[in-house]
């Protein structure tokens, strides 16, 4: 019998939230889209997440079978490093709002560790299994920039609650190694489920009409995509363009606003001021998630220069909508882009490496073509209906080994 109901816990991230400004990004999205698909597949998903500033209606129903429910746990407008101090109240709120609906789960899944910490004590409660996506972990982020601090209690917990999980739902190979190497985890426990993409909303346009749309000329167009914080790298992505013989022909756009007031805008301002490329960069803001298709099929390449990415939605969204990608060669990004058939994977912080696939891109319409073509081809195999079909196969699976394990006794 397949899964019928699950609770998902996602504590900070709001999947009504509109992902490309503050923290809100690739949770945010993965998080509704994937809970949309499941819904699609006449399973019930309960969304828990704590009660925000912007909040219109505590229980918000977002799509068949799917609800979003905000729970009361402390202020509103709580730091993201307050939260875990909050997390016992918010998980007394799940139980009452449990309690007072007569709500039963066959399943608990919860994103990010502070999410973690909750599903292990509802799923353990409720005698269920308790399902994992970590999304990012701390100790990957600390060794891949200098200068990341995370605070301490995260992987603590992080690694409590791999010890405890019943699944845990890893995005790449890497992501899974990581965690054997550097928390312990059980590799046999850990599933690779990736995320999924929007295919109807991320499409192959005709890139001549959006670009007049846009109101964009002939330039050639690298864009970037994603929230603006240090981790994302668009200090390489200035210096891609700074080494590219053909700089002065090409517009650098930065869609999505800064994490921390304007901090990292003004640096990458800056760094462009001192390579002569100010007015070659424009930052754009945040953009409407279902607008994104127009800028993806605007740009002539994608850049990614993240020091670190668990997958790269971005990558994925503009792979779908048939725009090459050059990124770094880590993490999720190294599983979904194929180095030379969808676009290319450059070593970490190498502007050279960059700047010359770039250029070849830009110079050659026919390899534009050709890369964007396979890079939609490999995006369709990345829908949410696949990606929700993979993790309904995770819970059935779990849900009757539960029984099994069960009628042992
Ligand atoms: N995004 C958006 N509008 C913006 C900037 C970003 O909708 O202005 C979305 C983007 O489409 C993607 C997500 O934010 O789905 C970013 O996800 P990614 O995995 O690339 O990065 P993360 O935010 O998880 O670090």
């Known amino acids: 019998m397949s899964v019928g109901r699950a609770a998902f816990i996602t504590l900070h991230a709001c999947p009504l939230a509109a992902p490309g400004q503050g923290k809100s990004g690739g949770m945010n999205?993965?998080?509704?889209?994937?809970?949309?698909?499941?819904?699609?597949?006449?399973?019930?998903?309960?969304?828990?997440?704590?009660?925000?500033?912007?909040?219109?209606?505590?229980?918000?129903?977002?799509?068949?079978?799917?609800?979003?429910?905000?729970?009361?746990a402390g202020e509103p407008d709580a730091h993201l490093e307050d939260l875990y101090a909050l997390l016992p109240e918010f998980l007394a709120q799940l139980n009452v709002f449990r309690e007072?609906?007569?709500?039963?789960?066959?399943?608990?899944?919860?994103?990010?560790?502070?999410?973690?910490?909750?599903?292990?004590?509802?799923?353990?409660?409720?005698?269920?299994?308790?399902?994992v996506t970590f999304h990012t972990l701390s100790l990957i982020k600390m060794?891949?920039?200098?200068?990341?601090?995370?605070?301490?209690?995260?992987?603590?917990?992080?690694?409590?609650?791999?010890?405890?999980?019943?699944?845990?739902?890893?995005?790449?190979?890497?992501?899974?190694?990581?965690?054997?190497?550097l928390y312990n985890a059980d590799a046999g426990k850990v599933s690779l489920v990736p995320c999924g993409v929007d295919l109807s909303v991320f499409r192959p346009l005709d890139q001549k009409a959006v670009r007049d749309r846009l109101g964009l000329n002939g330039e050639k167009i690298l864009l970037?995509?994603?929230?603006?914080?240090?981790?994302?790298?668009?200090?390489?992505?200035?210096?891609?363009?700074?080494q590219m013989d053909s700089e002065g022909g090409v517009r650098l756009m930065v869609v999505g606003a800064d994490v921390n007031g304007d901090r990292e805008i003004d640096r990458v301002k800056q760094l462009a001021k001192e390579r002569d490329l100010e007015d070659q960069i424009e930052f754009v803001g945040q953009v409407d998630h279902n607008e994104l298709p127009?800028?993806?099929?605007?740009?002539?390449?994608?850049?990614?220069?993240?020091?670190?990415?668990?997958?790269?939605?971005?990558?994925?969204?503009?792979?779908?909508?048939?725009?090459?990608?050059?990124?770094?060669?880590?993490?999720?990004?190294?599983?979904?882009?194929?180095?030379?058939?969808?676009?290319?994977?450059?070593?970490?912080?190498?502007?050279?490496?960059?700047?010359?696939?770039?250029?070849?891109?830009?110079?050659?319409?026919?390899?534009?073509?050709?890369?964007?073509?396979?890079?939609?081809?490999?995006?369709?195999?990345?829908?949410?209906?696949?990606?929700?079909?993979?993790?309904?196969?995770?819970?059935?699976?779990?849900?009757?080994?539960h029984a099994s394990d069960d009628n042992k006794y």
Request: glycine letters at 8%; a negative charge.
């Open 143 to 181: 060794q891949s920039r200098a200068g990341e601090v995370e605070q301490s209690e995260r992987p603590v917990v992080e690694a409590e609650v791999m010890a405890s999980a019943d699944r845990i739902i890893a995005f790449s190979p890497h992501e899974k190694d990581a965690m054997s190497r």
């Open 100 to 131: 007072e609906e007569g709500l039963e789960y066959d399943v608990v899944h919860s994103h990010y560790w502070l999410s973690g910490w909750v599903g292990s004590r509802l799923a353990e409660a409720m005698a269920v299994p308790h399902v």
């Open 29 to 72: 999205v993965y998080v509704r889209q994937l809970a949309a698909a499941l819904g699609d597949m006449e399973m019930k998903i309960d969304i828990f997440t704590r009660e925000h500033a912007d909040v219109a209606n505590r229980i918000e129903t977002i799509g068949p079978n799917v609800r979003v429910i905000h729970l009361k």
């Open 294 to 401: 127009l800028y993806y099929n605007a740009a002539d390449v994608c850049v990614v220069p993240s020091y670190y990415e668990s997958f790269g939605l971005v990558a994925l969204e503009s792979m779908a909508c048939g725009t090459p990608v050059v990124a770094t060669r880590v993490g999720g990004l190294s599983t979904i882009i194929q180095h030379g058939r969808t676009g290319y994977l450059k070593p970490w912080r190498c502007p050279d490496a960059f700047a010359n696939s770039v250029e070849m891109i830009i110079a050659n319409d026919g390899l534009q073509q050709s890369l964007g073509a396979a890079a939609r081809k490999r995006a369709e195999g990345m829908g949410w209906d696949n990606v929700a079909a993979m993790m309904l196969e995770e819970y059935d699976m779990l849900t009757g080994q």
């Open 224 to 242: 970037y995509v994603g929230r603006v914080e240090p981790l994302k790298g668009l200090d390489l992505l200035v210096e891609t363009a700074d």
